[in-house]
């Protein structure tokens, strides 16, 4: 069983930054490929950013591309979402996931993932 832990969101203003962190439990989370997704409200949950294990594959979502920045730190089991330039449609719950294998690449879909953190609440206010 891996258990994640999602920090970091708040209140914001428009053209603000926030560095998400989201904590992994278990010993092999250097194998995990993991994703951020969001759900913002009356929204379905969907795709912002992918890294794969060894940190060397990483992909967006259009809308965010060029704001966000995701990255690993396996020595700390910790993966981040670094989001910057941030504007009121970024509202949303802000989940991370894991999937389990030495993918080449991070899986895109939510039904590709094996495990889910809570969410962090992140409000982008104008």
């Known amino acids: 069983q891996v258990q994640l832990v999602e920090s970091g969101g708040g209140l914001v203003q428009v053209g603000g930054s926030l560095r998400l962190s989201c904590t992994a439990s278990?010993?092999?989370?250097?194998?995990?490929?993991m994703g951020w997704f969001r759900q913002a409200p009356g929204k379905e949950r969907e795709f912002v950013a992918g890294?794969?294990?060894?940190?060397?594959?990483?992909y967006y979502a259009d809308s965010v591309k060029g704001r966000f920045t995701i990255s690993r730190d396996n020595a700390k089991n910790t993966v981040y979402l670094q989001m910057n330039s941030l504007k009121p449609e970024d509202t949303a719950v802000y989940y991370c996931?894991?999937?389990?294998?030495?993918?080449?690449?991070?899986?895109?879909?939510?039904?590709?993932?094996?495990?889910w953190g809570n969410g962090t609440l992140v409000t982008v206010s104008s």
């Open positions: 996931a894991a999937r389990l294998g030495r993918m080449p690449v991070a899986p895109g879909g939510e039904d590709e993932y094996d495990y």
């Open positions: 278990g010993r092999t989370f250097s194998s995990y490929a």
């Open positions: 890294i794969n294990w060894t940190g060397r594959s990483i």
